[in-house]
């Protein structure tokens, strides 16, 4: 692109007139990340957001998620203290101080992302954003006021909500979405968690870490779907030992609300023609996926093209059909994650800065699910890369016998790696990490560095880890792999 043409406008928040070189529609991820991007390197930026800049992944989402899936982590540990000779008596859990603990870190991190879209001089605007022809934006603000602010450049950020089935209409009472659970002041006894994706996964795990009933009730034959299935099995064993129940190959028929107002009655099938279950729970959690928030986004004649899902359609540098116009996060079809949405940020302010990034490699991009045994992985997994066409060398080891992991008492886990195999048979280039068990939403690093760095499984043999370590095991799998294994044969 071009040098950046400034434009004159009358901005919604002040009266006199404000020049702007981007106006960014939505402050979640994705948004605000553009935001803090383009004002770090001057550009004049006005960011319109409906609610509280954070989005989803502040205030619904990532950080209120990990936070309660940390107060199971708590509980967990306080279960288990007696093994390590520590007194204790476990009373339950007041979800009440959870949730004051929980709303603490959003608020603290809400002020300092607002103080820093501050120092980077970004104008943010209150009130709903929708584009209009000639790449104006109409803010609404919650008064009914409307004023317009136009730029030379404008980005789409509007992100996701959560994705309903018919028959389960949210009450926040007895169906609720991620939202809700994520609001909830006491424990339902029981849960059916209805899809069970990275979201599904992690309330059931932290639910039920909490003390309740949980089932899972997933229409595809395995949940986490995309994770390497020796990774899943992992979880799966772990889910079952701790009393989840695990119901794949399901159709949800609908609910019937108890008579005297206690929970509800979820019928289901397992397999088409097979007879109809019943499943009284206190509360349903639907958790079927997020869909793109473009209600209303773009009005007719600016030229950006919405798919049938909802999805704005881009191309690989985030461009829409209408010049000038990107759209990034959850608002267009690409990985769902909020790490995703800060490098399409980047991907689409640098052009707008005149530069010519590379665009994001979403194949290997890094996963990670905060569920109990956590899961994280980056790259193909077995069985995709063998459906990419490749020729596959793996190798697995449990954390079982790792040192730190028996210290820690978390032995439940395994890395996987996954490499490309070269004509003698030997190991190649490394394609994939995927991995479950203690902290790997933290280990995952090295082995997305790897990966994207295109590293063969000889070069990263070489590094040494740290003794005792949980990264030992990436490090032992890695060396058994080039065939030098010390534990691992
Ligand atoms: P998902 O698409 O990952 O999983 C939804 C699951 O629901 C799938 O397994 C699907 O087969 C199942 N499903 C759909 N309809 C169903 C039905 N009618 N009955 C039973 N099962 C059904 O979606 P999600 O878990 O809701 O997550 C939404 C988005 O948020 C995703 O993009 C995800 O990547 C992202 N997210 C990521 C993380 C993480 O990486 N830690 C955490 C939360 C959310």
Redesign the pocket.
Known sequence: MGAVRKVVVPTAQTSQEQVFDVVIVGGGPGGYAAALYGGRKGLRVALVEKDKVGGTCLHR??IP??ELLETAAVYRAVKGAKEFGIGTELTGVDFAVTQNRKRKVIDTQHRGLQGLLKKCKVTTLAGTGSLQPGRVVRVQAADGSVSEVSAPAVVLAAG?V??T?PGFEVDGRVVLT?DEVLDLEELPASAAV?????????FASMLSDMGVKVTI????PS????VDKDVTAVVVKSFNKRGIDIRTG???QGHQPAADGHGTSVR?SSAPGAPEESLHVDAVVV????RPFSDNLVAPGCGVEVDDRGFVKVDEYMQTSAQGVWAIG?LVAT???AHVGFAEAIVVMDQILGQSPLPVDYSRVP????TFPE?AFTGYSEEGAREAGYDVVTKKDPFVGNGRAAIIGETEGVVKLIAEKQADGSPGRLLGVHMAGPWV?EQLGQGYLAVNWEATVEEVAHFVQPHPSLSEVFGETMLALAGRGLHVG
Do not use: H, M, N, Q
């Open positions: 989402g990532c998620a990990k996701s959560p994705r089935i991620s209805i899809g069970g994706g990275a979201i599904g996964c992690e009730l997933e229409a595809l949940i986490l779907p995309g399901v159709r949800v289901f958790s079927v996926g997020r959850d990985p769902g994650l996963w990670c699910v905060y899961v939403t």
